[in-house]
């Protein structure tokens, strides 16, 4: 009986190992994707290496929901167990909140692109015209 209740309590402890430790990393990491995606400029190689950010943030986004998801249900089995305590409950309120704003910076990224992509286009239009006609 004692073995059991040592698993048990090993199991819990890597349980919440994994919770601190993968909750604490996405927020990092989405947070770090969020500071990326705020500058948006409208300038011509601004516009190109923003647009490519971009791109390269929502390829990582389907990894990042999974990631996220794994980190609920850890929560999910922890809470199951009755085994709660304000630094969970504060990382997960915490892993909400900066995904939310997460999706927001991401969705405001392609509303930007789609705005300003006309305007980036015809301004390399009237460049290409000009050294066009001063050749």
């Known amino acids: 009986q004692p073995a059991l209740g040592e698993i048990y ?3 819990i402890t890597m ?8 909750g604490a990393k996405l927020i990092e990491e989405t947070q770090n994707k969020h500071q990326m995606l705020k500058a948006q ?12 950010t971009l791109s390269s943030v929502k ?3 389907e990894e990042l929901l999974k990631e996220k998801e794994y980190i609920k249900s850890l929560y999910g089995i922890l809470q ?4 709660d305590n304000p630094l969970m409950a504060e990382i997960d309120k915490r892993l909400q909140l900066q995904w939310e704003l997460y999706l927001m910076v991401l969705h405001d990224g392609e ?10 286009l015809q301004g390399l239009d009237e460049q290409i015209k000009t050294l066009e006609n001063r050749s």
């Not at 349980?15 to 993968?22: C, G, L, T, Y």
């Not at 199951?80 to 085994?83: N, P, R």
């Open 80 to 83: 199951k167990l009755k085994i």
């Open 15 to 22: 349980v919440q190992s994994e919770f601190d430790v993968r």
């Open 59 to 61: 390829c990582t986004t």
């Open 41 to 52: 400029k409208a300038e011509v190689s601004s516009f190109a290496e923003y647009a490519k």
């Open 9 to 11: 309590q090993s199991l």
């Open 111 to 120: 509303t930007f692109i789609n705005k300003e992509a006309p305007a980036m």
